[in-house]
């Protein structure tokens, strides 16, 4: 499965950006999905994380009631829209499947990532 992630940019405080990741096959319907970040000198941390089916979803303390991750099975495509950005919100953002159903906090439960897209936010 490759992953293709699109949709960064440089954007100001208070925009909204919409972030896609393109599954390459239809293994993608059985995998929890997630929008991982990680800005310079950070560790890589989990933003959003979706189920398979997209009844369940996680977000870090940071986003929650600004992004919203949801997925398109039939598309092969999960979706991250940021609304209400911040300057510490900039980052590369990942996305990434899981080795199994459900979403997982931590890298070590992903199988595949995506390669990157950059999300600048100015102040």
């Known amino acids: 499965v490759q992953l293709q992630a699109s949709g960064g940019g440089s954007v100001q405080a208070g925009d909204s950006l919409r972030l896609s990741c393109a599954a390459s096959?239809?293994?993608?319907?059985?995998?929890?999905m997630a929008w991982f970040r990680q800005a310079p000198g950070k560790e890589r941390e989990c933003a959003a994380g979706?189920?398979?089916?997209?009844?369940?979803?996680y977000y870090a303390d940071s986003v929650k009631g600004r992004f919203t991750i949801s997925r398109d099975n039939a598309k092969n495509t999960v979706f991250l829209q940021m609304s209400s950005l911040k300057p510490e919100d900039t980052a590369v953002y990942y996305c990434?499947?899981?080795?199994?159903?459900?979403?997982?906090?931590?890298?070590?439960?992903?199988?595949?990532w995506g390669q990157g897209t950059q999300v600048t936010v100015s102040s």
């Open positions: 990434a499947a899981s080795f199994r159903s459900s979403w997982n906090r931590l890298p070590s439960g992903y199988k595949y």
């Open positions: 979706i189920n398979w089916r997209g009844d369940s979803t």
């Open positions: 096959r239809n293994t993608f319907s059985n995998n929890g």
